[in-house]
């Protein structure tokens, strides 16, 4: 049997008022794929992550994760997936551990695994040398970071990211990506949104652009590429 898509979305609307912020759109994003996410300021880029993430009801249209259907199984979906929205809910009065922690708790981690996997975590996103820091006291890059760690906190299949990378310094966005490509190495599914183009470029394997709500131009990125075009030039040639 052939694996379910990671994302799919079928003629997918989002109305405010009497403009559509995202306009029929259908994605399909494959299993195993890190997809980048593209479009000018206002294309609707975010309120169509926040309908994938269950954040916002769409106005109709349908969407598919991994399979299952949106919003019915989102109980289902929200076990297996993975989410750092723009505007993370973070708790100011927790340290990054006890913080990463009660999320893998939420998410029915065991607590002794749960404490287990927070420390990994923190380790791995350089978040452990000031334990007793609390998330109120965090930079904004920090903040993205310990977002991102907890987010991981339950192995998820697909990892659902709105402009992880903003405000993060080279360093912090270095380490990022890294934990970003092992997870697809790992055979899971990476859907990022991202204004820089030359990120997407060097870290995706498929991407769409979207405008006015709709899509313009989707594939693999090899192909989307003719010749020596650069991903900015695409995306200059198309929006
Ligand atoms: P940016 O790159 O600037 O972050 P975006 O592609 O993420 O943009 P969205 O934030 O999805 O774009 O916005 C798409 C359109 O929908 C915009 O015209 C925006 O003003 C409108 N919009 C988004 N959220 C709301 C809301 N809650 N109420 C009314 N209009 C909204």
Redesign the pocket.
Known sequence: MDTPAAIRTFDLR?V??S?A??DGLNLDVPRGSFFGFL??????????I?MLMGL?PPTSGGIELLGLSMPAQSLEVKRRIGLVP?DSLLFDHLTGLEFTEFVGRMYGLARPLAKERAGELLELFELDDEPGKLIGDYSKGMRKRVAMAAALIHRPELFLL??PFEGVDAVGARLMKEILLDQVRHGATVFL?S?VLEVVERLCDRVAI?QE?KLVLSGAMAELRSGSETLEDVFVRVV
């Open positions: 989002k405010y008022g403009r912020a995202v479009g000018p300021n206002g294309a609707g880029k975010t309120t169509t926040r916002a723009d709105d402009e949104t204004h979207i709500g």
